[in-house]
């Protein structure tokens, strides 16, 4: 099946720095959508991209979609405490779309150091 | 206000013992599903379901049983045949053949 492969595994900033991090596929995908997942809870969807080389921002949240349509790049500028978290990228499971559910990566923890 | 709810938000299970975990949504969405997330992983597709009376087994359905009778519901079980049950199970809902996916807070279950 489709593997996606996220990187950095873990981030340790300060306060107030960018951070960027992606997410690669071993196929294609149609649809690219990131979320972030604070401790015990469910996934929060952030940013979904539908086209290849579209940026798409949510506040200090900006995403990519890559023109490869095999990666996918999620930034956050001037980091704050609350952004600690994993963050998750997602694509579409199977050739239907999001129909048959979605295949994740394994996610990056950020931490940030007061 | 619109959401998914699970519960209960901890379960224990017993050796042998079959245990069913509640999702409800009131987003009118067609289709739900079923995540499993083990530490430091990301999360795995147990089972879906994109219409009420239909579902359809995902990349681990092995141990585990669903049933669609109501569109707002879609419970799973995990029976005694899941023999590495203790997990974080994550329900999903989306309007049938789009993407975006939204969770419900989860269940952790864990084996005495």
């Known amino acids: 099946g489709q593997q996606l492969n996220q990187s950095p595994q873990s981030m340790f900033i300060q306060e107030g720095e960018d951070v960027s991090m992606n997410c690669t596929s071993s196929?294609?995908?149609?649809?690219w959508l990131w979320y972030k997942q604070d401790p015990g809870e469910g996934p929060v969807l952030l940013i979904a991209?539908?086209?290849?080389?579209e940026l798409t921002s949510n506040g200090r949240l900006t995403a990519q979609f890559g023109i490869t349509r095999k990666d996918s790049f999620l930034n956050i500028s001037a980091s704050i405490p609350s952004d600690v978290g994993i963050y998750f990228c997602?694509?579409?499971?199977?050739?239907?779309?999001?129909?048959?559910?979605?295949?994740f990566g394994k996610g990056t923890h950020l931490i940030i150091q007061p | 206000d619109g959401g998914i709810t699970q519960s209960p938000k901890y379960l224990f299970r017993k050796e042998g013992q079959n245990v069913t975990l509640s999702c409800e949504q009131n987003?009118?969405?067609?289709?739900m599903y079923w995540y499993r997330q083990d530490p430091g992983q990301g999360l795995r597709l147990i089972y879906y379901?994109?219409?009420?009376?239909?579902?359809q087994k995902g990349d681990i359905a092995e141990g585990y049983s669903v049933s669609r009778e109501k569109k707002e519901s879609f419970p799973l079980t995990v029976t005694s045949a899941q023999k590495n049950p203790t997990a974080f199970y994550l329900c999903?809902?989306?309007?049938?053949?789009?993407?975006?996916?939204?969770f419900g807070p989860g269940t952790r279950l864990l084996v005495l």
């Open positions: 379901s994109q219409i009420v009376n239909d579902f």
């Open positions: 196929s294609i995908f149609n649809t």
């Open positions: 999903a809902s989306s309007m049938n053949r789009r993407e975006t996916q939204y």
């Open positions: 987003l009118n969405h067609d289709a």
């Open positions: 997602a694509g579409p499971r199977g050739s239907g779309g999001g129909a048959d559910g979605l295949t």
């Open positions: 991209l539908y086209k290849a080389g």
